[in-house]
Protein backbone atom coordinates (compact mmCIF):
# COMPACT_ATOMS: atom_id res chain seq x y z
CA UNK A 1 0.00 0.00 0.00
CA UNK A 2 1.43 3.36 -1.11
CA UNK A 3 2.09 5.69 1.59
CA UNK A 4 1.28 9.88 1.89
CA UNK A 5 2.75 11.18 -1.40
CA UNK A 6 3.81 15.09 -1.18
CA UNK A 7 5.68 16.92 -3.97
CA UNK A 8 7.73 18.67 -4.33
CA UNK A 9 10.21 17.61 -1.85
CA UNK A 10 12.13 20.42 -2.17
CA UNK A 11 11.31 23.99 -2.89
CA UNK A 12 13.91 27.53 -2.78
CA UNK A 13 11.64 30.74 -3.63
CA UNK A 14 12.38 34.24 -3.08
CA UNK A 15 10.28 36.14 -0.52
CA UNK A 16 6.96 37.59 -1.80
CA UNK A 17 7.12 34.71 -4.33
CA UNK A 18 3.42 32.25 -3.96
CA UNK A 19 4.18 28.31 -3.78
CA UNK A 20 1.68 25.72 -3.31
CA UNK A 21 2.25 22.32 -2.02
CA UNK A 22 0.32 18.83 -2.84
CA UNK A 23 -0.51 15.78 -0.91
CA UNK A 24 -2.21 12.63 -1.55
CA UNK A 25 -3.28 10.80 1.42
CA UNK A 26 -3.34 7.14 1.79
CA UNK A 27 -5.63 5.37 -0.31
CA UNK A 28 -9.54 5.46 1.80
CA UNK A 29 -8.06 7.90 4.34
CA UNK A 30 -10.71 10.65 4.78
CA UNK A 31 -9.29 12.59 7.06
CA UNK A 32 -6.07 14.86 5.96
CA UNK A 33 -3.64 16.84 7.87
CA UNK A 34 -1.39 19.50 7.64
CA UNK A 35 1.60 20.31 9.61
CA UNK A 36 4.26 22.94 9.99
CA UNK A 37 7.64 21.76 11.12
CA UNK A 38 10.01 24.11 12.00
CA UNK A 39 14.04 22.71 12.81
CA UNK A 40 14.58 21.16 16.08
CA UNK A 41 10.59 21.03 17.04
CA UNK A 42 7.64 19.04 16.80
CA UNK A 43 5.60 19.19 13.74
CA UNK A 44 2.21 21.97 14.10
CA UNK A 45 -1.06 21.58 12.93
CA UNK A 46 -1.99 24.13 10.59
CA UNK A 47 -5.28 22.60 8.92
CA UNK A 48 -7.46 19.57 9.04
CA UNK A 49 -9.55 18.08 6.52
CA UNK A 50 -12.37 15.64 7.17
CA UNK A 51 -13.41 14.76 3.19
CA UNK A 52 -14.11 17.82 1.51
CA UNK A 53 -14.41 20.24 5.12
CA UNK A 54 -11.77 22.06 6.61
CA UNK A 55 -13.03 21.06 10.53
CA UNK A 56 -9.72 22.93 12.03
CA UNK A 57 -8.02 25.55 10.49
CA UNK A 58 -7.74 27.97 13.85
CA UNK A 59 -3.57 27.65 13.56
CA UNK A 60 -3.53 28.61 9.72
CA UNK A 61 -2.43 32.22 9.20
CA UNK A 62 -5.34 33.16 6.73
CA UNK A 63 -3.85 36.25 5.33
CA UNK A 64 -1.46 34.62 3.19
CA UNK A 65 -2.00 30.88 3.90
CA UNK A 66 -5.30 29.02 2.03
CA UNK A 67 -5.77 25.36 2.03
CA UNK A 68 -8.12 23.30 -0.26
CA UNK A 69 -9.30 19.34 -0.87
CA UNK A 70 -11.62 19.35 -3.56
CA UNK A 71 -13.10 15.62 -3.94
CA UNK A 72 -12.13 14.81 -1.32
CA UNK A 73 -8.66 13.25 -1.82
CA UNK A 74 -5.54 15.29 -2.80
CA UNK A 75 -4.94 18.69 -1.39
CA UNK A 76 -2.87 21.79 -2.13
CA UNK A 77 -1.49 23.60 0.66
CA UNK A 78 -1.15 27.84 -0.66
CA UNK A 79 1.69 30.37 0.86
CA UNK A 80 1.03 34.00 -1.07
CA UNK A 81 3.26 36.05 -0.65
CA UNK A 82 5.55 34.34 0.89
CA UNK A 83 8.05 35.40 4.14
CA UNK A 84 11.74 34.72 5.30
CA UNK A 85 9.74 33.30 8.29
CA UNK A 86 7.86 30.64 6.22
CA UNK A 87 10.81 28.56 5.66
CA UNK A 88 10.71 24.97 6.97
CA UNK A 89 9.29 21.24 6.49
CA UNK A 90 5.39 21.52 5.52
CA UNK A 91 4.12 17.94 6.29
CA UNK A 92 0.79 15.80 4.96
CA UNK A 93 -0.51 13.34 7.15
CA UNK A 94 -3.71 11.51 7.26
CA UNK A 95 -5.86 8.79 8.97
CA UNK A 96 -8.75 6.69 8.24
CA UNK A 97 -10.74 8.63 9.89
CA UNK A 98 -10.59 11.98 12.38
CA UNK A 99 -10.50 11.50 16.56
CA UNK A 100 -8.31 10.62 18.89
CA UNK A 101 -7.79 6.88 18.60
CA UNK A 102 -6.78 6.97 14.61
CA UNK A 103 -3.45 6.78 13.64
CA UNK A 104 -1.83 9.26 11.78
CA UNK A 105 0.70 8.48 9.10
CA UNK A 106 3.02 11.32 7.77
CA UNK A 107 4.45 11.87 3.93
CA UNK A 108 8.19 12.69 3.27
CA UNK A 109 7.14 16.66 3.34
CA UNK A 110 8.21 19.45 1.43
CA UNK A 111 11.13 21.52 2.63
CA UNK A 112 10.85 25.23 1.96
CA UNK A 113 13.77 27.90 1.88
CA UNK A 114 12.72 31.11 1.42
CA UNK A 115 15.19 33.70 0.46
CA UNK B 1 3.12 25.18 30.64
CA UNK B 2 3.61 23.33 27.36
CA UNK B 3 0.99 20.70 26.55
CA UNK B 4 3.53 18.42 26.03
CA UNK B 5 7.19 18.00 27.39
CA UNK B 6 9.97 16.35 26.97
CA UNK B 7 13.65 16.40 27.23
CA UNK B 8 15.24 17.39 23.65
CA UNK B 9 18.58 15.69 25.04
CA UNK B 10 20.99 14.39 23.01
CA UNK B 11 20.41 11.82 25.41
CA UNK B 12 23.36 9.06 24.48
CA UNK B 13 23.14 5.31 25.48
CA UNK B 14 25.81 2.71 24.52
CA UNK B 15 24.43 0.02 22.47
CA UNK B 16 22.85 -3.05 23.83
CA UNK B 17 22.01 -0.99 26.73
CA UNK B 18 17.94 0.02 27.36
CA UNK B 19 17.49 3.83 26.25
CA UNK B 20 14.91 5.42 28.12
CA UNK B 21 12.28 8.15 26.99
CA UNK B 22 9.89 10.44 28.97
CA UNK B 23 6.93 12.88 28.02
CA UNK B 24 4.83 14.82 30.10
CA UNK B 25 1.26 16.47 29.19
CA UNK B 26 -1.04 18.94 30.85
CA UNK B 27 -4.49 17.71 29.63
CA UNK B 28 -5.55 15.59 31.83
CA UNK B 29 -8.13 14.51 29.90
CA UNK B 30 -6.26 12.78 27.11
CA UNK B 31 -6.40 9.16 26.25
CA UNK B 32 -4.36 8.67 23.30
CA UNK B 33 -0.47 8.68 23.59
CA UNK B 34 1.15 7.87 20.32
CA UNK B 35 5.43 7.67 19.76
CA UNK B 36 7.46 9.02 16.21
CA UNK B 37 10.20 8.42 15.28
CA UNK B 38 12.36 10.94 12.79
CA UNK B 39 15.37 10.38 11.29
CA UNK B 40 17.25 13.08 10.29
CA UNK B 41 15.87 15.08 6.82
CA UNK B 42 12.75 12.34 7.13
CA UNK B 43 9.48 12.62 8.18
CA UNK B 44 8.20 11.03 11.67
CA UNK B 45 7.22 7.82 11.49
CA UNK B 46 4.77 6.17 13.87
CA UNK B 47 6.40 3.08 16.43
CA UNK B 48 3.73 3.06 19.30
CA UNK B 49 0.81 4.23 20.26
CA UNK B 50 -1.07 3.24 23.76
CA UNK B 51 -4.77 4.16 24.77
CA UNK B 52 -4.39 2.32 28.05
CA UNK B 53 -2.44 2.61 31.57
CA UNK B 54 0.40 0.64 31.86
CA UNK B 55 2.45 -1.12 29.90
CA UNK B 56 2.62 -2.31 25.78
CA UNK B 57 5.24 -3.95 24.62
CA UNK B 58 5.96 -4.35 20.73
CA UNK B 59 9.61 -5.95 20.14
CA UNK B 60 12.02 -3.95 21.61
CA UNK B 61 9.97 -1.20 21.90
CA UNK B 62 7.73 -0.46 24.99
CA UNK B 63 5.72 2.42 25.75
CA UNK B 64 4.55 3.09 28.96
CA UNK B 65 1.30 5.48 30.55
CA UNK B 66 0.72 6.68 33.52
CA UNK B 67 -2.02 8.80 33.56
CA UNK B 68 -2.85 10.06 36.98
CA UNK B 69 0.69 11.66 36.87
CA UNK B 70 0.51 12.77 33.18
CA UNK B 71 3.00 10.85 32.10
CA UNK B 72 4.40 9.02 29.12
CA UNK B 73 7.69 6.99 28.16
CA UNK B 74 9.13 4.82 26.04
CA UNK B 75 11.56 2.34 26.42
CA UNK B 76 14.01 0.81 24.09
CA UNK B 77 15.82 -2.34 24.60
CA UNK B 78 19.10 -3.74 23.25
CA UNK B 79 19.48 -0.26 21.46
CA UNK B 80 20.95 -0.73 18.41
CA UNK B 81 22.86 2.50 16.25
CA UNK B 82 20.27 2.51 14.06
CA UNK B 83 17.62 3.43 16.72
CA UNK B 84 19.53 6.83 16.49
CA UNK B 85 17.09 9.46 15.99
CA UNK B 86 14.89 11.99 17.32
CA UNK B 87 12.03 10.69 19.41
CA UNK B 88 8.46 12.98 19.51
CA UNK B 89 5.83 12.13 22.09
CA UNK B 90 2.48 13.15 20.53
CA UNK B 91 -0.82 13.41 22.82
CA UNK B 92 -4.08 14.02 21.27
CA UNK B 93 -5.25 16.88 23.70
CA UNK B 94 -9.02 17.73 24.09
CA UNK B 95 -9.23 20.48 25.87
CA UNK B 96 -10.15 23.46 23.23
CA UNK B 97 -9.35 22.45 19.84
CA UNK B 98 -8.79 18.90 19.37
CA UNK B 99 -5.95 17.99 18.02
CA UNK B 100 -2.23 15.87 17.87
CA UNK B 101 0.33 17.93 20.06
CA UNK B 102 3.97 16.82 19.60
CA UNK B 103 6.60 17.87 22.03
CA UNK B 104 10.18 19.13 20.74
CA UNK B 105 11.29 15.95 20.87
CA UNK B 106 14.46 13.94 22.32
CA UNK B 107 17.71 12.96 19.98
CA UNK B 108 18.60 10.07 21.13
CA UNK B 109 22.09 8.78 20.36
CA UNK B 110 23.13 4.98 20.66
CA UNK B 111 27.04 4.57 20.56
CA UNK B 112 28.59 1.18 19.26
Known amino acids: EAGVVQSPRYKIIEKKQPVAFWCNPI?????LYWYLQNLGQGPELLIRYENEEAVDDSQLPKDRFSAERLKGVDSTLKIQPAELGDSAVYLC?????????????FGPGTRLTVT | QKEVEQNSGPLSVPEGAIASLNCTYSDRGSQSFFWYRQYSGKSPELIMFIYSNGDKEDGRFTAQLNKASQYVSLLIRDSQPSDSATYLCAVYIIQGAQKLVFGQGTRLTINP
Open chain 1, 93 to 105: ASSLRGGSTYEQY
Open chain 1, 27 to 31: SGHNT
